[in-house]
């Protein structure tokens, strides 16, 4: 979708601006808001660039830098670390060679934390982009991984 | 059996994307019940059934809804479904299983108060939770309870899905109507109240998923009889999500009342592993930390001596003898200094601050004086923040303080024995 069918979708309002700025950021492959489209979102909403960049700042889902394709979120709150037997992190930053808060070289992952989202009776959870997996185990970490690899998103 | 189903008695039963099932269930009865009766004697028996908010601050529903419904010109209802307290699951459940049933509170509420706009702020990481709520608006539109002249009437109310983005601190009433605005979601001064001046300046009701669910019920059965269940400081029933290191893990509704020690040992099968509990968590991050010791206490809304509240939105976290406890608030205190808005000073340093302190105890390296540091630290956050989120953030130091004085002496002097102590 482009922008401007994002834009088209909604209201020409101020208050239409979180649900434009998720929009973009779950359309584009890397996830992130250009300096460009922060232009452009804020000549047609009729506000101020720097109004965009504070909202684009402040909230955790928002990224004003490219990430990956995948957006891997693992759960670092309690009812997950106490259900972690086998560190999910550790997990998957050794399988995919990359650091919290990094992105694969060849731009298909990034590993992130997530405040709880909510699953904590299928602890430990995560999400990748929009698809949330519980009750997590080091081979279902791995095998979820690996066939997001194969392109089956 | 100590499961008192009625929030979640249809769970299982109707697919939550029907409109059929749920009115086969009677749905929307209630609704068509509430304007028989008029604004009045429904706000009367709201009040009757001293039903409070079960987002986790347990206002009395009844006072902020006829504050609400004197307020004139253009009104906005809110249902916060910004679920984000760790350890809660239950709005999640209610929006997957049950979403009629919120529409039906929604629609209770707007009526007997005089809204014609409604939004349901719902956090983007509850996808499929949006996806069904979306697909339910579409469905009651198309059965005319959402509108223009529902059932025929003069009454006109519609609803519309608005995400979050991830941030905790929009579960706030005025963060959340700030991000409803298209802003940063930082919390304002009160008063003025939602209730007189909210979104868009317009008086707004906020209440949360669990809170408008019990409307239909009360309709139902009437405040007098709801009343009459839970104990003498709650009515009604509660959800409870219980999660940790506990054998059943789960979403449970029991009415007020029940012990904590029931539900985690009758609900929950107890603990696995032979293991022993060290502690339990009331509420969330944000709730106090309690002693097997004090389990006998019941779930309701009386409130602990030391702190403001007691079961919060209902999160009960089990966490077993394998457990250190600097590393649960260590993890807590992370939690709070990502999710604080920065607008107040309290919170936005203070949380910082306190990350460092407890990391000397994690790390063997604390002292005297940073019991001290950390014990009056977090006495201001919690006296002098500006909304709930630093108001209740360091509950969990506090009440370990009071609960576990011997963990923090010995740490002390495990730390003094070794030697990694500056002074």
Redesign the interface.
């Known amino acids: 979708m482009s922008l401007e069918k994002i834009l088209s979708k909604y209201p020409q ?7 434009i ?2 929009d973009v950021d779950e359309d584009k492959k890397n996830h992130f808001i250009s300096e460009e489209e922060v232009t452009t979102i804020a000549k047609h909403l009729k506000i101020k660039e720097s ?1 965009v960049c ?2 684009l700042s ?5 990224s004003s830098r490219e990430r990956g394709e995948y957006i891997i979120q693992v759960c ?4 997950c ?3 972690d037997n086998f560190n999910v992190v550790e997990t998957i930053s050794k399988h995919l060679g990359i650091e919290m808060n990094d992105t694969t070289d060849d731009r298909m992952f990034s590993l992130e934390f ?10 430990p959870a995560m ?1 990748i982009n ?3 997996f519980v009750s997590l185990t080091k081979d279902k970490v791995i095998k979820i991984i690996d066939s997001k690899k194969g392109g089956n998103s | 059996m100590i499961e008192y189903k009625e929030l979640t008695k249809k769970f299982g039963k109707i697919d939550p994307l029907s409109i059929n099932d749920y009115l086969q269930q009677d749905g929307y009865k209630m609704i068509r019940k509430a304007i028989k009766m008029g604004p009045k004697k429904i706000l009367n028996e709201i009040s009757l059934s001293r039903i409070t908010g079960r987002g986790g601050a347990g206002f009395p529903v009844s006072i902020k809804m006829k504050s609400f419904a004197n307020e004139t010109g253009v009104k906005y209802i809110i249902c916060n479904a910004d679920e984000g307290e760790p350890g809660n699951f239950k709005d999640r459940y209610l929006m997957e299983n049950d979403p009629h049933q919120i529409i039906e509170g929604m629609l209770i509420s707007a009526f007997s108060t005089g809204a014609s706009r409604g939004f349901i702020y719902i956090r983007s990481e509850y996808q499929n939770a949006i996806n069904i709520m979306k697909h339910t608006i579409k469905e009651a539109r198309k059965y005319l309870f959402l509108g223009e002249n529902i059932l025929k009437t003069s009454f006109s109310f519609d609803i519309e899905i608005r995400r979050g983005a991830g941030a905790y601190v929009c579960g706030e009433e005025f963060a959340l109507i700030e991000s409803i605005e298209g802003k940063p979601g930082r919390t304002r001064v009160k008063p003025p109240f939602p209730s007189q001046k909210g979104v868009f300046g317009l008086p707004t009701l906020i209440n949360n998923v669990e809170t408008f669910s019990n409307l239909p019920f009360i309709m139902r059965i009437g405040g007098r009889e709801y009343n009459n269940i839970g104990s003498d400081f709650a009515s009604g029933t509660k959800l409870i999500s219980l999660s940790g290191n506990v054998k059943n893990k789960g979403l449970y509704e029991v009415s007020y009342g029940e012990t904590i020690k029931d539900v985690i040992y009758i609900l929950g099968g107890g603990i696995p592993n032979n293991r022993q509990i060290k502690m339990v968590q009331l509420g969330g991050a944000c709730g106090v930390v309690i002693p097997q010791s004090l389990l006998d206490i019941q779930i309701d809304n009386e409130r602990f001596h030391i702190f403001d509240s007691k079961i919060g939105a209902g999160a009960l976290i089990v966490i077993d003898d394998r457990h250190d406890i600097f590393d649960i608030i260590l993890r807590n205190m992370e939690f709070f200094e990502h999710e604080s808005c920065g607008k107040c000073t309290p919170c936005r340093e203070g949380h910082g601050q306190m990350v460092n302190l407890v990391k000397k105890f994690v790390n063997f390296q604390a002292t005297k004086k940073d019991y001290l540091s950390l014990k009056s630290l977090a006495n201001v956050i919690h006296e002098t923040s500006l909304c709930g989120l630093g108001q209740t953030s360091p509950s969990s130091i506090i009440s370990t303080m009071e609960f576990f004085p011997e963990d923090y002496e010995k740490r002390i002097e495990e730390s003094v024995r070794r030697g990694q102590t500056n002074g």
């Not at chain 1, 309002?13 to 649900?19: H, T």
């Not at chain 1, 402040?58 to 928002?62: A, C, G």
């Not at chain 1, 997530?114 to 602890?123: L, R, V, Y």
Request: with cysteine.
């Open positions: 309002k101020k208050e239409y601006l979180i649900e700025l998720l109004h504070s909202v402040f909230y955790t889902l928002l670092k709150d309690v009812p670390y106490l259900n997530t405040a709880c989202i909510g699953c904590c009776e299928n602890a999400r929009n698809e949330i």
